[in-house]
């Protein structure tokens, strides 16, 4: 057996949880928050049989998509006083992991 993590945008909470619901695919969200970017994502762990990871990433590839956002930069000092400058980065998508299960129960 497999565990999966995803952890995904809270964008994309919505159609990832129904996307796993319409492949029959189980799994527990959890409230997470990114460090980077201080913004709010769910974690989804997913358990599942060895052979249906692959099913299981496609349904996340499927219902998860980047984004470019634009978030303010560190303030830079010069003769006219501080200014800060807005970066575009890229959020979203899904940040997957897989690890073996060595023991599974559900009572």
Do not use: W
Not at 29 to 35: A, R
């Amino acid at each position: 057996m497999k565990l999966v993590y995803a952890i995904v945008n809270n964008d994309d909470t919505y159609a990832v949880n129904k996307g796993l619901q319409k492949a029959g695919i189980r799994a527990t969200k959890l409230s997470s928050t990114g460090g980077f970017l201080m913004a709010g994502n769910t974690t989804f762990m997913i358990c599942c049989q060895n052979e249906q990871v692959d099913e299981v990433i496609a349904v996340l590839k499927e219902h998860s998509r980047k984004r470019k956002q634009f978030v303010p930069s560190s303030t830079v000092t010069g003769p006219d006083g501080g200014q800060s400058y807005p970066v575009e980065v890229a959020i979203g998508g899904a940040t997957i992991f897989v690890t073996d299960i060595e023991r599974f129960e559900q009572v």
